[in-house]
């Protein structure tokens, strides 16, 4: 079933696969699905489910081809401390640059390294030295010092999808240097952009005493990682096939007929305080008392499925959000036109890239985001005879891509009146133009790209002997 030359790849992350159902999974699964199949290997993760046992029931795995897919539950206190705590309330906040949202508290620390520990010695006995192991995202950082602790001593890679603030901001987390040292158990650290790497970088030198080395290398006490910058991409053959799908012909063709003429402008996000939805819609509200010849000719349609619902910071944003639609809306509504719509629905890849396809203008407008994959879906499913007008954050990880987009700040309320007024008049020639380079970068680093390389990186990294358990007895800046 796997070729034990090469080795396995082992991927662990929260949620797994799926490894078959193209039209659900979006890049990412599309990407590690590939690889996955092609070396054959293990996707970990947790089920999805609580139990009385939590992190101790039984294994649940299914087979395809040359992959397994095995997870594990947690309890509802695991789930809590871990998930809904530690990892949303108080890392996705830090990391995304807002300490006025992070709640630290030292129950879900303990419960969210205790989880980490717990997967790491699940794993343990499934994996063997001659695997790659790689772990994802932010749930897991001490996952990698953990398995080492239970004797692993194969390569191990870890990919941040999110952003890493730079140490001013990280500093303020009580476990900061616990965490950024258990990081270095890993071989190979991959950030979306050069400046995530750049403040994991400041944090080795500036907390830890570190070093930065010639090429991608770092030196922490007797320990040398690699920090290099991975941007992750989509699939953008299957997507733009996708865009010209019947499904998708439908979803176009029906935004069309609602639009009646008016130009559609769209937003595509997981409702979270970090996509900057509402400086959008106060964006849009200025492009409406700004430039008045739109009233009555455009039609925004914000769609933004629920994410994490439970945790009060989203509930605000909710509220937050509706209350300024309504505001909106019963400001400059007539009779036959109602500016701004909302929907929660989730669509499939299908009828999202049709959606993307009416759109004229599409707005990415994150207060920071580690990439961003919406801004290159909307790309490539673009016709290049007539394609839409991406307007993209500055603070978004793909602005280093897509610099052909009209990039904003969007705490500027004015400037993305001007950028949204510049997009739904500007002239065919040049939206082709804008669009031609977009497209290249989003066909040129793709999912599968991404994926290759950061194997490729971890395959032929410098494996340093240095790791030890005690790495924090060499920190010659920790405190006494
Ligand atoms: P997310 O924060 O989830 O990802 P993003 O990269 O934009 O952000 O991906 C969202 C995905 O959800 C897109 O593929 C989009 O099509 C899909 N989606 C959104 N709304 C949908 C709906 N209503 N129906 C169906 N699909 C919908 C995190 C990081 C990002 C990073 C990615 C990948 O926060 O910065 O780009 O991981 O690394």
Do not use: C
């Given at each position: 079933m796997t070729n034990p030359e090469k080795?396995?790849?082992?991927?662990?992350?929260?949620?797994?696969?799926?490894?078959?159902?193209?039209?659900?999974?979006?890049?990412?699964?599309?990407?590690?699905?590939d690889a996955l199949k092609r070396r054959g290997g293990l996707w970990f993760?947790?089920?999805?489910?609580?139990?009385?046992?939590?992190?101790?029931?039984?294994?649940?795995?299914?087979?395809?081809?040359?992959?397994?897919?095995?997870?594990?539950?947690?309890?509802?206190?695991?789930?809590?401390?871990?998930?809904?705590g530690y990892a949303n309330r108080s890392?996705?906040?830090?990391?995304?640059?807002?300490?006025?949202?992070?709640?630290f508290d030292r129950q879900s620390d303990r419960i969210y390294r205790s989880v980490n520990q717990r997967f790491a010695a699940r794993l343990a006995p499934l994996v063997n030295e001659h695997d790659l192991v790689w772990v994802h995202d932010y749930h897991f950082f001490y996952m990698g010092s953990e398995l080492r602790?239970?004797?692993?001593?194969?390569?191990?890679?870890?990919?941040?999808?999110?952003?890493?603030?730079?140490?001013?901001?990280?500093?303020a987390l009580p476990a900061a240097r616990d965490l950024v040292r258990s990081m270095l158990a890993y071989d190979l650290i991959g950030f979306q952009t050069a400046q995530d790497r750049r403040n994991f970088a400041n944090f080795c030198v500036h907390e830890l005493g570190g070093e930065k080395l010639p090429g991608d290398r770092i030196r922490v006490g007797g320990r040398v990682v690699q920090a290099a910058v991975f941007p992750i991409g989509i699939d953008a053959e299957g997507f733009s096939r996708f865009a010209v799908s019947p499904e998708a012909g439908e979803h176009?063709?029906?935004?069309?007929?609602?639009?009646?003429?008016?130009?559609?402008?769209?937003?595509?996000?997981?409702?979270?305080?970090?996509?900057?939805?509402?400086?959008?819609?106060l964006g849009f509200e200025r492009l409406?008392?700004?430039?008045?010849?739109?009233?009555?000719?455009?039609?925004?349609?914000?769609?933004?499925?629920?994410?994490?619902?439970?945790?009060?910071?989203?509930?605000?944003?909710?509220?937050e959000l509706e209350g300024l639609a309504g505001?909106?809306?019963?400001?400059?509504?007539?009779?036959d036109w109602t500016p701004i719509q909302i929907m929660t629905t989730g669509f499939t890849r299908r009828a999202l890239a049709g959606i993307y396809r009416a759109a004229r203008v599409c707005m990415v407008t994150p207060l920071r985001d580690g990439m961003n994959l919406v801004a290159k879906e909307f790309v490539a499913a673009q016709d290049p005879d007539d394609p839409g007008v991406l307007i993209l954050s500055r603070f978004a990880?793909?602005?280093?891509?897509?610099?052909?987009?009209?990039?904003?700040?969007?705490?500027?309320?004015?400037?993305?009146?001007?950028?949204?007024?510049?997009a739904l008049t500007m002239p065919l020639d040049e939206r082709q133009r804008r669009h031609e380079k977009m497209r290249a970068k989003v066909f040129g680093g793709t999912a599968a790209h991404w994926c290759e390389s950061f194997i490729a990186a971890l395959e032929s990294a410098e494996i340093d002997a240095g790791w030890s358990e005690d790495l924090a007895a060499a920190d010659p800046l920790a405190p006494a």
């Open positions: 080795g396995r790849l082992v991927v662990v992350s929260n949620r797994v696969g799926p490894l078959t159902d193209e039209g659900k999974a979006g890049g990412l699964a599309v990407g590690l699905a993760g947790w089920s999805g489910e609580t139990s009385p046992e939590g992190t101790h029931s039984p294994e649940k795995t299914e087979v395809f081809g040359g992959t397994a897919l095995t997870t594990i539950d947690m309890t509802a206190e695991e789930l809590d401390g871990f998930y809904h890392l996705w906040p830090l990391l995304h640059y807002r300490l006025d949202l992070v709640q602790q239970s004797g692993f001593k194969g390569r191990l890679g870890f990919f941040l999808h999110i952003p890493f603030a730079p140490p001013e901001i990280l500093s176009e063709e029906m935004l069309r007929d609602l639009a009646r003429g008016r130009l559609q402008i769209v937003g595509v996000d997981r409702l979270d305080y970090s996509k900057g939805l509402v400086e959008r819609l409406l008392e700004d430039y008045p010849e739109n009233r009555g000719a455009v039609n925004f349609l914000q769609i933004a499925p629920l994410s994490r619902s439970e945790l009060d910071a989203y509930i605000d944003l909710r509220a505001r909106l809306n019963g400001r400059f509504a007539t009779l990880g793909a602005r280093a891509e897509l610099q052909d987009a009209l990039i904003v700040n969007p705490y500027a309320t004015d400037e993305m009146a001007r950028a949204l007024q510049r």
